[in-house]
């Protein structure tokens, strides 16, 4: 069975400072891919990035960077210099091998405060 | 490009009642999943509608069913509603063929809100 744990439930930062979501994963599958996803009020997911698990490569695009450790089972998220407008639930995901449907953390809710 | 689009985008049903929810892919999208997110928690897969058949299914009693058509659109019916029937229901497409269904990225809808009293 596959399980995504995001153990923050709320983080409230104020704006400019950077901040962390974190993101653990347990799979048997051997290949997998990663997903972190937004969801404003409106209630829309918004895709952000997608990582198989042959590419530990780190990635960073504007203010987001994401760190993936296959080590410790681990993708994690960061923004750095937070906006008002990033304040959203977020989501990590992990779809295994057979492709049965994106499993989903519980979400970590972002405020950031002005 | 026309995104993934569902309606209603909100709906009130009472306890034993039927209900279908509706959803049109993205534009050269084949693949159709859907998802029920209760508050306060993650989606939960449903199913997935591939070239207009079942190809994975989540956890979720037979009263709940679904369709592809053609055009790669979707419902989703669910029967027999029960209380916690309520939730956010979200379709998703994606391109791609059975083989690349683990690794295509899913584009959700804004989500149909169902209400059962």
């Known amino acids: 069975a596959q399980k995504v744990t995001q153990a923050q439930t709320e983080i409230s930062v104020v704006e400019k400072e950077d901040v962390t979501l974190d993101c653990v994963y347990e799979?048997?599958?051997?290949?997998?891919?990663l997903f972190w996803y937004k969801q404003p009020p409106s209630g829309e997911l918004v895709f952000l990035i997608r990582?198989?698990?042959?590419?530990?490569q780190n990635e960073i695009s504007g203010r987001y960077s994401w760190n993936f450790q296959k080590s410790t089972s681990s993708f994690n998220f960061t923004i750095t210099a937070s906006q008002v407008v990033d304040s959203a639930v977020y989501f990590c995901a992990l779809n295994g091998y057979r492709g049965d449907g994106l499993t989903f953390g519980k979400g970590t809710h972002l405020i950031i405060q002005p | 490009e026309t995104g993934v689009t569902q309606s209603p985008t909100h709906l009130i049903k009472t306890r034993g009642q039927q209900v279908t929810l509706r959803c049109s892919s993205q534009s050269g999208h084949n693949t159709v999943s859907w998802y029920q997110q209760a508050l306060g928690q993650g989606p939960q897969f449903i199913f997935q509608?591939?070239?207009?058949?079942?190809?994975g299914r989540g956890n979720f009693p037979p009263r709940f069913s679904g369709l592809q058509f053609p055009n790669y659109s979707s419902e989703l019916n669910v029967n027999a509603l029960e209380l916690d029937d309520s939730a956010l229901y979200l379709c998703a497409s994606s391109p791609g063929t059975p083989r690349t269904r683990h690794s295509d990225t899913q584009y959700f809808g804004p989500g149909t809100r169902l209400t059962v009293l």
């Open positions: 509608y591939y070239r207009e058949e079942e190809n």
């Open positions: 799979t048997r599958d051997t290949t997998y891919y």
């Open positions: 990582r198989n698990s042959f590419d530990e």
